[in-house]
């Protein structure tokens, strides 16, 4: 919860972050409350949603910063290649893959506790960790979605960089 409360001031004031981004960060911080605080099982969910999950970024960070050093990425091309490689095999093995069953079940179980609580502040804790939990979904069939529209640009020869609504570069693969 606390890399997300920091990720959300840095990512307005000094990244200039993504809308989606910090969605994600926000729907991160509800959802992770409810384990956090909620003490009716779903601790459960704690090794997967904030742990294995996070296990995707690591390739995710050394991937971005061959993107972020164009130099490094021409200096070492394979390295650059190897990390987009298994960012996209870690992405998709974990943040759908194994995500999908995951968040299914969470889901159902959030929506019996909440036609279940008896009062107010435990629905509302359901609900909105609910609505987050379909939010960060929404946000990985989104990202899946990209990277393999830069997986189809790459295979036609069309490269794997492109733009986004906004002018700025999406992410390669």
Partial sequence: IGYQL???????????????M????VC?????????????GFRYFTPFF????????????????????????QR??????????MFIISFFTVR?????PQIIDYLRIAAMLFFTCRTTT?????AMSWISAVGLTFLQLLWATKIVRGLVRLASGGGGVGGDKRGKKEKAV
Wanted: net charge positive; aromatic share 12%.
């Fill in 6 to 20: 920091w990720s959300i001031p840095v990512g307005i004031w000094l990244v200039n972050e993504h809308s989606a």
């Fill in 22 to 25: 910090l969605a994600h960060h």
């Fill in 28 to 40: 991160v911080i509800v959802v992770a409350s409810m384990s956090a605080f909620f003490t009716n």
């Fill in 50 to 73: 904030y742990g294995l999950i996070e296990s995707s970024s690591v390739p995710l960070a050394v991937m971005n910063a061959f993107r972020g050093n164009p130099q490094l990425a």
């Fill in 76 to 85: 070492y091309p394979k390295a650059s290649q190897m990390s987009r490689n």
């Fill in 96 to 100: 759908f893959v194994l995500w999908m």
């Fill in 122 to 126: 435990c629905q509302v804790g359901c």
